[in-house]
């Protein structure tokens, strides 16, 4: 990305208003003496097209001036996109293939724009912090035109764009609208193709693509959770302590501006105890962006590629703002170097970087990693201020059984033989956990629709709604359920090894 002053143009005589750009000065500081302005003397040509009776005619909306049709692709452009540009499909792939070093992001979506007049071929995309960029696909430079300077970007090279920015390709000129002057959304099919980027692909944008998916599609869901902290049983301690140091920081940045907020968290304790369910529910309160991974998938599927990886993903967290990142068994990824594993080492010490970076600029993004094996974690991890909090999620106590209980059987008919005290104390005696409780309830709910033939009913087409009204799962139903429950437990070693 280098791009380097060649003129210096006069805005007026051109006909577009210079704009300062957020970039100019980092831009400014490639500058050179002017050597070339001959591509000022040609204009590019508008048509002016009548929009009315257009019959979605390939040939007829060619006519609409590639600006205007890049700036209508550029109202729904979105990360993963890419644009090309030029006469040739074909060409433009090939192109793009040779430049495949240029994207940083995985391609989801591709676009073609044909255009026989540009004299070349561009691509665009956006990048990890919203900015949409320009890609030279060509084996010559072409020219940036900004703030009433223009610059060099060289052959196979990329650089950010704003409105009102000129490109100039081979002296036919291209201005970066961010809106079309006229609505084109429902032209956008006639003018903008779909292609398949997968086929055909360059082993180069393949190896791209596969670790960029895998990372943004599969390991990284940034799920809308509709979880509440009221959908969390017995761990109120806990709750308070993440509301003081994430929910009221993201709400109330004016009252943490004197005090050092920490942004890495460990949560510890026993699987099942509601520790995702926490940190979804903390999403959904914060109203932040979430994302979820599993450290046991990223640790089998990212090696070779993993720092990128870890970069990308806080690029996209910071990108989102604020945002909530929550690693799952964070072991896997966070696990002690004493193991002399270079996939853990190099992880370790880029998370650690990664997270340095968060506290200096202050971002408005919450590291969660969650454990059920505390002292497996590497100790540059849990004794730096980094991770600084770490929280137990302990099994919940006979108050919080009860709450649990509450929360899973608030929509369940019981029947009045099922004391609900009694089951608490019951589900508290053999220590099960918030997954435990729910599980348990669910299936007794179905050993209930099996013993009442429910099932049978269903599947010969004879239930009744009185049926089910009528239905109530009673102390059968619960005792079998936890019996079951309590041999597969056995059997299961359901039990982690070596929670602290
Ligand atoms: P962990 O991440 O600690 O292994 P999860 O949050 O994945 O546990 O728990 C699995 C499911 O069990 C949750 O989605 C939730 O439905 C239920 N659950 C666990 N703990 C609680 C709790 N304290 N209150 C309510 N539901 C819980």
Do not use: C
Request: hydrophobic share 35%.
């Amino acid at each position: 990305m280098k791009i380097n002053q060649v003129s210096t143009i006069n805005p007026n005589a051109y006909g577009y208003t210079a704009m300062q750009s957020k970039d100019n000065v980092a831009r400014k500081t490639k500058e050179t003496p002017a050597t070339d302005l001959r591509f000022l003397n040609k204009n590019y040509n508008h048509v002016f097209v009548n929009f009315q009776g257009v019959q979605n005619s390939l040939e007829l909306v060619k006519q609409i001036p590639l600006e205007d049709r890049l700036a209508s692709l550029f109202q729904n452009f979105r990360q993963g996109d890419l644009i090309l540009t030029g006469k040739e499909l074909n060409k433009a792939k090939k192109a793009m293939y040779e430049s495949a070093g240029l994207v940083k992001n995985v391609i989801r979506r591709a676009f073609f724009v044909e255009d026989d007049k540009l004299g070349g071929y561009l691509g665009f995309v956006k990048n990890a912090g919203g900015d949409t960029e320009v890609l030279n696909l060509n084996p010559f430079g072409i020219n940036i035109i900004t703030g009433g300077k223009s610059y060099e970007l060289g052959a196979k090279d990329n650089f950010y764009v704003i409105e009102d920015d000129v490109l100039s390709v081979q002296g036919n000129m291209l201005k970066i609208k961010n809106k079309p002057k006229t609505d084109l959304s429902p032209f956008r099919k006639n003018f903008a193709r779909a292609f398949d980027f997968e086929t055909n692909v360059s082993p180069e944008i393949e190896k791209l693509n596969k670790k960029s998916i895998s990372l943004l599609s599969n390991e990284m869901k940034k799920t809308p959770s509709k979880v509440t902290f009221a959908d969390v049983g017995g761990q109120d301690k806990l709750i308070n302590e993440i509301k003081k140091s994430i929910i009221y920081p993201i709400r109330y940045p004016q009252g943490y501006e004197n005090i050092d907020v920490n942004h890495g968290f460990i949560l510890y304790g026993p699987p099942g105890t509601g520790k995702t369910h926490i940190a979804r529910a903390l999403a959904n309160e914060a109203d932040a962006t979430f994302i979820s991974l599993n450290g046991l998938d990223l640790e089998s599927k990212w090696v070779g590629e993993s720092e990128a990886n870890w970069r990308n993903l806080f690029a996209e967290a910071k990108a989102n703002q604020p945002a909530i990142i929550f690693i799952d068994e964070f072991d896997a990824v966070a696990r002690s170097r004493q193991s002399h594993d270079e996939y853990g080492n190099k992880v370790v010490n880029q998370i650690l970087t990664l997270m340095t970076d968060i506290d200096n600029e202050a971002d408005n993004v919450f590291v969660i990693g969650a454990t059920n094996n505390f002292k497996a974690l590497d100790s540059a991890i849990t004794r730096s201020g980094r991770f600084g909090k770490h929280l137990e999620v302990p099994l919940p106590d006979l108050e919080g059984t009860k709450k649990i209980l509450d929360i899973y059987t608030k929509n369940k008919p019981l029947s009045e033989d099922v004391s609900k005290e009694a089951l608490a104390q019951r589900l508290f005696d053999i220590k099960a956990s918030g997954a435990d409780i729910k599980y348990i309830i669910n299936e007794a709910h179905a050993h209930g629709y099996e013993r009442e033939g429910i099932f049978e009913k269903m599947e010969n087409r004879t239930l009744k709604n009185s049926d089910v009204e009528n239905f109530r799962i009673n102390s059968e139903d619960i005792n079998a359920t936890v019996k079951a429950f309590l041999e597969s437990r056995d059997v299961n070693k359901r039990r982690p090894i070596g929670y602290r």
